[in-house]
């Protein structure tokens, strides 16, 4: 009954359709009832779960609490064993007097509530949140406590064995503790909204840091006892060979965090002091591929961008440092551009995501499937559009480049710094400057930045060599980062994309033809209207979005 008038209040809100409504309680049906109705309507794309949560709190005259955004009392959390918040997907965020403020997904389960009641002795006042946030904010809140107790049992280990587990360590990485630790490791990590893992060996013990934002952090320091067992217990799970030690291996494994399957890939380097392992973490399935719209471009860049995307053939390039979020730009154009009656195919090393209806072809040097190669092959396979993840050597941007005039639309990357200079970097590849003039519609130059934690910012006039740095005449009032539990003490919280476009109109091809420079070209796109990085960067300071060191170190480096 419940579920009905929810439907009902969604359809007469206009949030969804009467069809829409027909659909979701037939599948809630074929279900028999084991499926909630927020959850289908979901699954089936017709809300996103926090409008759904939003429009539910409305219903239900229960308010909204937007978790990834609120200060979580930690007393409060403590007040409910973990083993309960996990049962009844709810957390605790704050104490008001003799009431505790229960964050749940499900306000009218008076079940719930009465068995936090019992188990608290306090009176619970409950707010709605998303499913996913609860269990984010339920991982975050009590991990800090698991990892203390791990940290306990494998320190209880080394004791117990007084020296290196070198030898018998293969019989050790099946024991609790290195099993509990190595997952541990991985949660609290995905937790942090982390990319990558380094486990490394020193003399006298291992440190584990974490890359958060673009910056290592570090996690935990082990006993040297235990990295042996550790490193063969990620070697095991990755399928790498244990037994040896002393060249490179690379592997992969999948570990489930909070509802979402994570990809993990896992790389061992012999080093002084024992192998070093360094994993890097790549979400699937639930995390759905960005849109052009959710890249963060400005209103100009996004036009621009879009139209590129519109010339049926053609080289599009995107450049930029590892690690500037140049893939995700590349799957998100991807998003757009396929459809079911085009044939798209890339070549990636590695392929990073899975795209449903798109080819994805892996580079595998060792067997000689290289960027070329593959290419080649692909180009015999009747492709209209072809993604190619980095033009490492000349070979394979001439055989890209060929292809664009061909008649095929080619996406791709190269590590430059700008987009004036990737034009001059494939002259000095060796592609002749006719065929880039030719060939090329665009290219973008990205970089991400870190987004200033809205919490804990702190307002203050800008001083006269910042102006400078901005390109502005006068002071105004920008943010800086400050740091609170909200977003780990660092001030910031989440990255963006700056982005500078490129757009090879009839002037900008005449000069790039005439083998003109890096500033030539510059000086072209600029009067016809491109915003350079700095630009960009600058206008997000003066928005109160990033730093003035944000903006420093993302245009300034070389
Ligand atoms: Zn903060």
Do not use: W
Request: hydrophobic letters at 40%.
């Amino acid at each position: 009954m419940r579920n009905e008038r929810i439907g009902d209040y969604l359809v007469s809100q206009g949030l969804i359709t009467e069809e829409q409504l027909q659909k979701v309680l037939a599948t809630q049906k074929e279900s028999n009832g084991a499926k909630k109705f927020g959850d289908v309507v979901v699954e089936l794309g017709f809300m996103t779960e926090i409008n759904f949560t939003k429009a539910l709190a409305g219903k239900l005259r229960v308010q909204y609490v937007d978790l990834d955004n609120t200060d979580i009392n930690t007393d409060a959390v403590q007040k409910v064993p973990e083993a309960l918040a996990r049962k009844h997907t709810v957390i605790a965020i704050a104490i008001t007097g003799k009431r505790l403020t229960v964050a749940t997904n499900d306000p009218v389960n008076f079940i719930v509530l009465e068995d936090i009641k019992v188990s608290t002795g306090m009176d619970t006042v409950p707010v709605l949140a998303t499913t996913s946030a609860i269990n984010k904010a339920i991982g975050k809140c009590y991990s800090m406590q698991n990892v203390d107790s791990v940290l306990e049992g494998v320190t209880a280990m080394a004791s117990d064995l007084g020296g290196p587990m070198d030898e018998e360590a293969n019989d050790r990485v099946e024991s609790a503790p290195i099993v509990k630790l190595a997952t541990t490791i991985v949660e609290n990590s995905f937790r942090a909204d982390a990319t990558d893992i380094h486990i490394e060996p020193f003399d006298k013990y291992t440190r584990i840091r974490i890359r958060v934002n673009g910056d290592l952090v570090e996690l935990m320091n082990i006993s040297s006892a235990v990295h042996s067992a550790l490193t063969t217990r990620f070697k095991l799970i990755s399928g790498m060979n244990i037994a040896e030690k002393r060249i490179p291996q690379d592997g992969r494994f999948t570990q489930v965090v909070d509802g979402t399957t994570l990809d993990v890939r896992v790389s061992s380097l012999p080093m002084v002091h024992g192998e070093k392992i360094v994993i890097r973490i790549l979400s699937t399935g639930q995390i759905a591929l960005r849109k052009i719209t959710d890249l963060g471009m400005s209103d100009y860049n996004y036009q621009l961008f879009e139209s590129m995307l519109r010339v049926p053939h053609g080289v599009i390039l995107v450049t930029g440092p590892t690690g500037s979020g140049k893939t995700t730009t590349l799957y998100a154009a991807l998003g757009e551009i396929a459809k079911p009656n085009v044939n798209v195919v890339t070549v990636e090393d590695p392929v990073e995501k899975a795209i449903d209806g798109i080819n994805q072809c892996q580079v595998n040097q060792k067997a000689g499937m290289t960027f070329a190669a593959a290419l080649r092959s692909i180009l015999r396979q009747d492709p209209d559009i072809v993604m190619i993840g980095e033009m490492r050597d000349t070979e394979t941007a001439d055989i890209g480049i060929r292809a664009a005039i061909t008649g095929h639309l080619v996406l791709s990357t190269l590590h430059t710094n700008d987009a004036a200079s990737t034009v001059v970097r494939l002259v000095d590849m060796g592609v002749a400057p006719y065929m880039v003039a030719t060939s090329l519609i665009g290219v973008i130059a990205q970089r991400l930045v870190k987004v200033l934690c809205p919490n804990c910012k702190r307002a203050r006039m800008s001083t006269d060599e910042e102006n400078e740095l901005m390109g502005i005449p006068s002071s105004i009032q920008i943010y800086e980062p400050v740091g609170c539990p909200n977003c780990n003490n660092t001030g910031y919280r989440g990255r963006t994309a700056i982005h500078e476009i490129i757009h090879c109109t009839a002037k900008v091809s005449a000069i790039i033809a005439a083998g003109g420079g890096k500033e030539e070209i510059e000086a072209a796109a600029k009067a016809n209207g491109t915003k350079l990085l700095r630009d960009n960067a600058s206008e997000l300071v003066q928005a109160g979005e990033t730093s003035i060191d944000e903006l420093v170190r993302s245009t300034f480096s070389v």
